[in-house]
């Protein structure tokens, strides 16, 4: 829904005019767009990022796509249904989840990334901890970095971002994914996340990448209990006040079954609920599996603030 800032005329996919600015008040976000190389997204609209994992074990499509050629398939079927971004992984982060070495990460990642940037118009993310991967997938043509880890895993990796003008992600996570569980202790859940993405800001200015270019994500279910994730979605606007695009991922995740009793695969009605709330609540990056059933649930959440943009 993002998509490239428009010269002229409506934003595409929405019909809204083009208003000079963020849906957010200009004291928390400095502004709409979000850059990553010659890319910009509009965050003035929600930005839909689709999923594409390359790992044999992910929580919910693990293995789904096990070569680049059905990987390749899957994302065309995203960006058709209107996906402003692919995020691409090789390693789970799942709780409890291995780390994977840097050769086989880069393994999984680098044909699909090379394939996709001469194949699609969106901008490709690489979702990855290490500056040897983003290094790769950046020289191979993709356009940003989704670091879950907020800058805390590899020092590196902010420079890296720094000198291709890559976009950067910053989620808050604690630990690794093998050990985050343990660390899902707050007195106050959103002060805490929130002080503790301020910190990876900082860093990644530090390496000198530009603020235009960060967007944020409070890693929901990365060392929170399901009762501190939906807390998270309840308190965004306090994570909205740093000044950066909000991201959140709560696509098909445990909080989710947590409420609805329900397995990965059934939770697509979850998802769309806790992306419109999120929405209302500041989030203006939408990173998720099911990319046509988020779309419409956010158009229609977009529509309802901006009646005008409606025929």
């Given at each position: 829904m993002?998509?490239?800032?428009?010269?002229?005329?409506?934003?595409?996919?929405?019909?809204?005019?083009?208003?000079?600015?963020?849906l957010l008040e200009p004291a928390r976000q400095a502004g709409p767009l979000w850059r990553l190389r010659d890319r910009a997204l509009d965050t003035s609209v929600p930005v839909v990022m689709g999923i594409v994992n390359l790992t044999p074990d992910s929580?919910?499509?693990?293995?789904?796509?096990?070569?680049?050629?059905?990987?390749?398939?899957?994302?065309?079927r995203m960006v058709r249904d209107g996906a402003d971004i692919l995020d691409v992984g090789g390693e789970s982060t799942r709780p409890g989840a291995d780390a994977v070495p840097a050769p086989e990460e880069l393994?999984?990642?680098?044909?699909?990334?090379?394939?996709?940037?001469?194949?699609?118009?969106?901008p490709i993310s690489v979702d990855t901890r290490k500056a040897a991967v983003a290094e790769a997938a950046l020289e191979a043509g993709a356009h940003g970095v989704n670091d879950v880890s907020g800058l805390r895993h590899d020092g590196r990796l902010a420079r890296v971002v720094a000198q291709t003008g890559a976009g950067l992600t910053l989620m808050h996570m604690r630990g690794e994914p093998g050990t985050m569980a343990r660390f899902a202790r707050y007195r106050n859940v959103v002060e805490e996340v929130r002080s503790e993405l301020a910190e990876s800001v900082d860093?990644?200015?530090?390496?000198?990448?530009?603020?235009?270019?960060?967007?944020?994500d409070p890693g929901i279910g990365f060392a929170k209990t399901p009762a501190q994730s939906l807390e998270l979605l309840a308190g965004l606007e306090r994570l909205a006040d740093l000044g950066f695009?909000?991201?959140?991922?709560?696509?098909?995740?445990?909080?989710?079954?947590?409420?609805?009793?329900?397995?990965?695969?059934?939770?697509?009605?979850?998802?769309?609920?806790?992306?419109?709330?999120?929405?209302?609540?500041?989030?203006?990056?939408?990173?998720?599996?099911?990319?046509?059933?988020v779309i419409r649930a956010l158009r229609v959440a977009h529509a309802i603030r901006h009646p005008e943009g409606v025929a």
């Open positions: 993002g998509g490239s800032p428009p010269e002229s005329g409506s934003i595409p996919g929405t019909g809204t005019p083009p208003a000079g600015g963020s929580f919910s499509d693990g293995g789904a796509w096990p070569t680049v050629a059905a990987a390749l398939h899957a994302a065309e393994r999984r990642v680098l044909p699909f990334v090379t394939a996709a940037v001469e194949h699609f118009d969106v860093r990644a200015l530090a390496g000198g990448v530009e603020r235009d270019r960060i967007v944020v695009p909000l991201m959140v991922g709560p696509s098909r995740k445990s909080f989710l079954g947590a409420v609805l009793g329900l397995p990965p695969g059934e939770r697509v009605e979850g998802t769309l609920a806790a992306c419109v709330a999120a929405y209302v609540s500041g989030a203006r990056v939408f990173r998720v599996h099911d990319v046509q059933a």
